[in-house]
């Protein structure tokens, strides 16, 4: 009788729940190795950073979800190199877990193209710590701006800028334009929010690129009408507290969020294969790599092609495809079966800009406006995981739909942490103030 085999995970993102979860209750005994004990959906932290969502509403603990497949343990733990002679996954603590089958899937985190220094002044949006700090540093700027104005009678602009044209930079651009129009436009006396200015700087000749151009026109025109300014051609050269440098002109502002350029977990490197300038491995056609074909890589860290040459998207869709797939495939393994090719089923593409603005392209068809919007809500919500997450969702959704209100406008943090926070942006604001005229008025 042969031994069962054992599956290692690591990362609980899309690609490895989506493998974890075709592998339960199979003959395989399943480990999933993840630094948080919880799964995060990543294409709702834009709504964590401007304060609509809460963040429990958007994460549920990688157990829980599991919890009924008896073949599954979880491990956490932060897995930092994999010695592939010996089979072997090596954790931060130096404990080992051996492995007949892996499948990595660490994600990505956001690159600075070699100005990690900036992250300090400009916070990416990938982890729910990300949303939460970007969200107390949206709510602050406001806070401070009133504290300014009714202690000192110092009323100013405030200003936001996000350097990034993906979906990421506009959900976040057309979120922040919103809660400073309308959701806290009643509750601040001393200054008025709507004055606040939001510049998105996009280094292409367009906005959300992967869609078809004349989509793209549509999101940058939804954009503006939101009150957006859209920069494109520009690139964002320096980043310090207070301001950024875009060409050789110097922009001030209070916050900065970052939300282009990605980077492929440091993991790949340690397998000895080729990988790409964004440090994503060069998998074959059935996800595995080169040197083991025991050891599968999937989601924002594999690089593949499709059939017409063009790269698979680093998508939550692609991802939860790659698991699938390769859970199948690991099986068919067992079973003595031959593999298949990885084939991506482009089921469409979509991004929202803000109440009632989104754009879609699915097969061909393309969808802007309101009727976007509601494809997309309903098609995120019907992925979120529990019920009760996505009653959650819905219900603090219809309220802001309906009154424009921000369920979770809370600044957290320890009080030191809050304090450190305060200075910096007294620091970015005396860096931005200008001699005032003596003019009389």
């Known amino acids: ?12 993102g899309f690609g490895g729940l989506w493998a974890a979860k075709a592998l339960s209750k199979q003959d395989v005994d399943v480990v999933v190795i993840d630094r948080s004990n919880h799964h995060v959906f990543q294409p709702l932290l834009y709504q964590v950073a401007t304060a609509v969502l809460s963040p429990g509403e958007i994460a549920q603990p990688i157990r829980r979800i599991l919890h009924s497949s008896k073949n599954i343990e979880v491990v956490l733990g932060e897995a930092v190199d994999v010695d592939t002679a010996n089979k072997e996954v090596v954790l931060g603590d130096g404990v080992r877990v051996r492995f007949d089958y892996l499948i990595i899937a660490a994600g990505a985190r956001h690159s600075y193209f070699g100005h990690d220094e900036w992250e300090t002044a400009a916070p990416g949006l990938k982890t729910l710590d990300d949303a939460v700090e970007i969200r107390r540093r949206v709510l602050l700027a406001f806070e401070m701006a009133e504290r300014d104005a009714y202690l000192q009678g110092r009323e100013r602009q405030l ?47 367009r906005i959300l690129g992967t869609f078809a151009p004349d989509l793209s026109d549509s999101a940058k025109h939804q954009l503006e009408d939101i009150g957006v300014e859209v920069q494109l051609n520009s690139f964002v050269k320096e980043i310090e507290p207070g301001r950024v440098k875009v060409g050789d002109d110097w922009i001030d502002c209070d916050v900065v969020v970052w939300a282009t350029g990605v980077a492929a977990s440091s993991l790949g490197k340690r397998l000895g294969v080729e990988i790409d300038k964004a440090g994503r491995v060069l998998v074959e056609p059935d996800l595995s790599i080169k040197s083991c074909n025991d050891i599968f ?15 698979v998207p680093g998508v939550s869709p692609a991802a939860m495809q790659m698991g699938e797939h390769t859970a199948a495939n690991i099986l068919a393994d067992i079973a003595g079966k031959a593999r298949k090719p990885f084939e991506y089923n482009d089921k469409g593409t979509m991004a929202t800009i803000g109440r009632s603005k989104a754009i879609a392209e699915i097969r061909g068809f393309k969808f802007r406006g309101f009727v976007a919007w509601l494809m997309w809500l309903f098609l995120h919500v019907f992925f979120l995981i529990g019920f009760k997450n996505r009653l959650a969702v819905m219900t603090d959704w219809f309220w802001a739909y309906l009154t424009r209100e921000r369920s979770a406008r809370l600044i957290t943090g320890k009080a030191e942490h809050m304090h450190d926070a305060i200075e910096f942006m007294q620091a970015a604001r005396k860096r931005t103030e200008r001699p005032k005229s003596k003019t009389a008025v």
Do not use: H, Y
């Open 297 to 311: 890589v999937i989601g924002d860290m594999a690089s593949i092609k499709q059939a017409d040459g063009t790269p």
């Open 1 to 12: 009788m042969s031994k069962r085999q054992k599956v290692v995970i690591i990362g609980a």
């Open 159 to 205: 200003n936001f800028v996000v350097v990034g044209g993906g979906p990421t930079g506009v959900e976040l651009a057309g979120a922040i334009a919103d809660i400073a129009r309308q959701a806290l436009a009643k509750d601040f006396k001393a200054i008025k929010t709507a004055n606040a200015r939001v510049v998105l700087f996009e280094g292409s000749d």
